[in-house]
């Protein structure tokens, strides 16, 4: 038993691990503005991972009549996300702190995004509107 919830928990972090080797090497808070991008974009990779398999779950426990839906509101959101963040740091893209600001501006979107796919697993279930 212990060994199987071992295995669980590697599992399930291995792709935080794979956000940290892509963009954590070089990641240093408070260093360079080159580091403290990377820092920045590390976290949105570790947040688009813990997302996409957070997606990835509630897809498998919808039924299959409510899957498109999902699948449209998520590309959506997504699309939305990326805009509205390209939008909201366009002021800074030529500065060096241009890439920390727009990755932590995904980062937040993303973490807000948690709240609106646990919706889908609730009596609340956006399901019920179509």
């Known amino acids: 038993m212990r060994r199987a919830a071992w295995l669980l928990l590697a599992w399930a972090a291995a792709p935080l691990q794979a956000a ?3 963009a954590g090497a070089a990641c240093v808070p408070g260093g360079t503005a080159e580091q403290v991008n990377a820092c920045a974009l590390r976290d949105f990779q570790a ?3 813990q997302i ?3 997606y ?5 426990a919808l039924a299959a009549h409510e899957r498109p839906q999902l699948r449209r509101e998520h590309t959506g ?3 939305q996300r990326n805009a509205g963040c390209k939008q909201a740091t366009r002021a800074f893209e030529q500065q060096a702190e241009g890439p920390r600001r727009y990755h932590e501006c995904l ?5 807000e995004r948690r709240r609106g796919l646990m ?10 509107d179509e």
């Open 20 to 22: 940290w080797a892509q």
């Open 47 to 49: 947040a688009d991972t």
């Open 52 to 54: 996409g398999m957070l």
């Open 56 to 60: 990835s779950d509630v897809m498998r």
């Open 77 to 79: 959101w997504m699309q």
């Open 107 to 111: 980062t937040e979107k993303t973490l």
């Open 119 to 128: 919706r889908w697993l609730s009596l609340d279930t956006p399901a019920r």
